[in-house]
């Protein structure tokens, strides 16, 4: 018989400091009404120097495992593209902070498809038995690799978490997790990059330039390529499972601009209206988006048990995946 993965815990956490949109304008060439407009974004969250990824994947995997009613797990998945070091992976001090010394650790490394790329590794290790209960967290610090002077990126990330809990279960039963679809584009890499902090540029080399060692996005052709991937992996992730989209209950997008996620939802022909998100109070928080916008809408009692949820994710990679679940019934977190 073969085995699947289940969802059985979520949890979401954000730094302490919301960020409002006034508060860039003041310092960058910008307006609360640009950003409103153009991404759907009002504020975001940062995490106070000294707070690492860890801090946050932490606060977002204690609720998780609350949730699930379930304190143990043997592997712990973290996805990220704002680790705590280059190395180690920052995975193993997640399972340290946690009390899971001796768990499996590893980094999934997909930027803002992160996430998927993370659930489908778990999701294999369970289906192959190698893994009995899983942790995969969504987290990211963005603030400490955003440039201040990028008025293009500033505006759109954010920090934050998300984390579900996994277990091994039976095929059709609720919270099970698949199929998957995952796909890349390496000759878009310099779309959604940060060019410095590799092994391309030696450490005995040239001091990279300050520009080289943050963020950079190139907004406007990542945008039609965002749109395009996500609404091509969601197709195909349903032919897989054999189901129309009229079967779906639920979108989840990866928050990266509500526009994006409206001209989605219109490619594929869904109402906007099942389309579940939380740009506007937590803008795009790269692998930590898809979790954190479960994780609040099952706190705003929006997700049922049995509902039938897309996720589809887009991000530097290039990379983009999409996999199907059916909500669990979970507590009220
Ligand atoms: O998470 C991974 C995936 N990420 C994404 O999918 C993000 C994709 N891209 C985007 O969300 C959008 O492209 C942005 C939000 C980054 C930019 O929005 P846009 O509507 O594509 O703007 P644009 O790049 O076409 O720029 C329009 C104008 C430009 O000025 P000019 O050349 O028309 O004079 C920009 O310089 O807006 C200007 N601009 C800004 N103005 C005020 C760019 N950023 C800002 C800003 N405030 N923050």
Redesign the pocket.
Known sequence: MSRAAVLTGIGGYLPPRAVPNHELAAR????DE??TS??GIRQRYFAAPGTATSDLAVGAAERALKSSGEPVVDTVVVATTTPDRPCPATAPSVAAKLGLSGAAAYDVSA??TGFVYGLATACGLIATGTAERVLVIGAETYSSILDPED??TS??FGDGAGAVTLRAGEPGEPGEIGPFDLGSDGAGRDL?TVRAGGSEQRLSGTKPAANERYFA?A??E??WR?VQCMAESARSVLDRAGLALTEIDWLVG?Q??ER?LRRLAEALGLPYERNIGNIAEVG?T?AASIPLALADAHGAGTLRAGDRVLLTA???GLTWGSALLTWPDLPPS
């Open positions: 960058l060439d910008t307006s640009w950003i153009r991404t930027v803002c008025r293009s505006v759109i959604i996005m907004g406007k990542v945008f965002a990866h990266a601009n994006i795009n790269a887009f991000g530097g």
